[in-house]
């Protein structure tokens, strides 16, 4: 892999990531689909209990009253989803799995658990698999996946698999409907430019736990090590033609400050403070401990002479 591929991918699946990882980035796309849905009169929901008691289906359902989308409604509503008639829509993240032939049977299998929950027609109902990476086209032929005339969504022929389709993050448009799902793509540069698109926008305009869920969305990134917040205030903040002092100042002050300085350098967290700022935190014998001797008697004597 070049170093161009390296920074622009997530770090490759570890037990941390199959498990601590995994299971926040469903809670956080999950929120942010809440937050930015559920106001415009969509009831979503996730850990669908099946039955009485487990299993619980890990997903999201997205249910729509209206006959059709309304114009605010798909302002949100991601490629794939906006384009549906479904009025129940299942949605399958996978964050830190590949597409393979086993996520293929387990969508099928919550989305067979949820018609006969509901007692629903097939075609009331449509299922999607969102995958942060790109699927291998190697993998995509073997499970008669290809891709479909909108831009990263992929459907199968098959009419068992007529309700089923694959969203690939990284592939998505950059339309602005697509920009707060794809900041859950594996390749590092997409989310940095997402992020910086999406901080253009009046964030003031938006309701406050919507912006409140982006905040999270980046300490999990800069937690687990994989968008440190020293590139966020430097590449996206303080180096972007598209964003105001002003809105930086107020971003970054949504932000307490040991997140703020986590990963920074520890030149970079002194980067503005002056000298006397900087010693007047530390004891005396602190603030000498380490230096020559001769430096400090050297200092005393010209203390003396003035």
């Known amino acids: 892999m070049s170093q161009s591929q390296a920074d622009d991918e997530r770090p490759e699946d570890s037990f941390l990531e199959n498990?601590?990882?995994?299971?926040?980035?469903?809670?956080?796309?999950?929120?942010?689909?809440?937050?930015?849905?559920?106001?415009?009169?969509?009831?979503?929901?996730?850990?669908?209990?099946?039955?009485?008691?487990?299993?619980?289906?890990?997903?999201?359902?997205?249910?729509?009253?209206?006959?059709?989308?309304?114009?605010?409604?798909?302002?949100?509503?991601?490629?794939?989803i906006r384009q549906s008639n479904c009025k129940h829509v299942i949605l399958e993240l996978k964050y830190t799995e590949s597409i393979n032939k086993t996520a293929i049977f387990q969508t099928i299998g919550y989305l067979g658990s949820y018609l006969r929950l509901k007692q629903f027609k097939p075609e009331k109902v449509c299922a999607f698999i969102v995958?942060?990476?790109?699927?291998?086209?190697?993998?995509?032929?073997?499970?008669?996946?290809?891709?479909?005339?909108?831009?990263?969504?992929?459907?199968?022929?098959?009419?068992?698999?007529?309700?089923?389709?694959?969203?690939?993050?990284?592939?998505?448009?950059?339309?602005?409907?697509?920009?707060?799902?794809?900041?859950?793509?594996?390749?590092?540069?997409?989310?940095?430019?997402?992020?910086?698109?999406?901080?253009?926008?009046?964030?003031?305009?938006?309701?406050?736990?919507?912006?409140?869920?982006?905040?999270?969305?980046?300490?999990?990134?800069?937690?687990?090590?994989?968008?440190?917040?020293?590139?966020?205030?430097?590449?996206?903040?303080?180096?972007?033609?598209?964003?105001?002092d002003e809105l930086a100042s107020w971003f970054l002050s949504m932000f307490k400050p040991e997140d703020r300085l986590r990963g920074l350098q520890p030149e970079d967290r002194l980067r503005g403070l002056q000298p006397e700022d900087v010693f007047k935190q530390f004891k005396p014998e602190d603030r000498l401990n380490g230096l020559d001797l001769k430096i400090i008697e050297d200092y005393l004597k010209t203390k003396k002479k003035k």
């Open 19 to 80: 498990n601590t990882v995994s299971q926040t980035s469903h809670v956080l796309f999950g929120s942010i689909m809440k937050e930015s849905l559920t106001p415009l009169n969509l009831e979503v929901e996730s850990d669908y209990e099946v039955g009485k008691g487990p299993p619980k289906l890990d997903v999201l359902i997205i249910r729509r009253a209206g006959a059709r989308w309304s114009k605010a409604q798909l302002e949100f509503l991601p490629d794939g």
């Open 131 to 244: 995958s942060s990476k790109t699927p291998q086209k190697r993998m995509l032929k073997q499970i008669g996946f290809e891709q479909s005339d909108i831009k990263g969504v992929y459907n199968s022929k098959d009419c068992l698999l007529s309700n089923l389709q694959l969203i690939s993050l990284n592939d998505l448009s950059g339309a602005p409907y697509n920009l707060w799902i794809k900041l859950f793509s594996s390749k590092i540069n997409q989310r940095l430019s997402v992020l910086k698109r999406i901080l253009a926008f009046d964030l003031k305009k938006f309701n406050s736990g919507l912006v409140s869920i982006l905040i999270k969305i980046l300490k999990f990134w800069n937690m687990v090590g994989e968008i440190s917040m020293q590139r966020i205030q430097k590449d996206i903040l303080y180096e972007s033609d598209g964003i105001s």
